[in-house]
């Protein structure tokens, strides 16, 4: 079963806009990482939040971390077509293994 | 991708014939994972090795075989290809030349596209 799923499953924003993805996980974690995936490629790790930490930013994203409420989000400022992508969060709990939700398909308009 | 290359990246074959995908890496890295990719269904793992001879298997390992020979190679065979298992198969690393194995995020291969006819 899926450890990590995304909310909304489709998200289209205008240029310049913010996007926001949401995830929520199911058992404890050590850490939650975030993904992207471009049509037909592999998928790039994006950033890693341990689950000690609240808050983490590289670049134009921000993510989030609420172990009480098992859940993260993935922040992406002043989007550009170039983000268009599916973003993938996955946790990683007892064991080495990341487990991955099903994803979030965003398009960026140009 | 740098350092983790699969192959064949595209294969067609038939129901019922064995099949073997490889993974390479250079990076040195402990760990190592096959993956499959379906619509609706994100990324599953198939089995995975945290070092050579050491495997497990993963949430969708019916069917699939695994070996692992060398740290840089880890190769996953179908033993009677089904068309249940046309997907695209990712491999990826983790866990760096130390072997620590939290809190590193994966590298993932270029996939590889199976149809079984």
């Known amino acids: 079963s899926q450890q990590g799923e995304e909310d909304p499953q489709a998200l289209s924003i205008q240029e310049g806009e913010n996007a926001t993805m949401n995830c929520s996980y199911k058992?404890?974690?050590?850490?939650l990482q975030w993904y992207r995936q471009n049509s037909g490629r592999g998928l790039v790790h994006l950033i890693l939040?341990?689950?000690?930490?609240r808050e983490k930013h590289s670049g134009r994203l921000r993510v989030t971390l609420d172990t009480s409420k098992k859940s993260s989000s993935l922040l992406i400022t002043a989007s550009r077509a170039a983000d268009t992508a599916s973003y993938f969060c996955a946790a990683q709990g007892g064991s080495e293994k990341l487990v991955f939700g099903k994803g979030t398909k965003l398009t960026v308009n140009p | 991708d740098a350092g983790i290359t699969q192959s064949p990246r595209h294969k067609v074959t038939e129901t019922g014939t064995p099949v073997t995908l490889r993974c390479h890496q250079t990076?040195?890295?402990?760990?190592m994972y096959w993956y499959r990719q379906d619509p609706g269904h994100g990324l599953r793992l198939i089995h995975y090795?945290?070092?050579?001879?050491?495997?497990d298997k993963g949430e969708v390992s019916d069917g699939y075989s695994v070996s692992r020979s060398k740290t840089e190679d880890f190769l996953l065979t179908l033993e009677s290809a089904t068309s249940s298992q046309t997907s695209v198969y990712f491999c990826?690393?983790?866990?760096?030349?130390?072997?620590?194995?939290?809190?590193?995020?994966?590298?993932f291969g270029s996939g590889t596209r199976l149809t079984v006819v």
């Open positions: 990826a690393i983790s866990g760096g030349r130390t072997g620590e194995t939290y809190n590193y995020g994966y590298t």
């Open positions: 939040i341990r689950s000690n930490e």
């Open positions: 058992t404890s974690i050590n850490n």
């Open positions: 090795s945290y070092g050579v001879k050491d495997t």
């Open positions: 990076e040195n890295h402990r760990y």
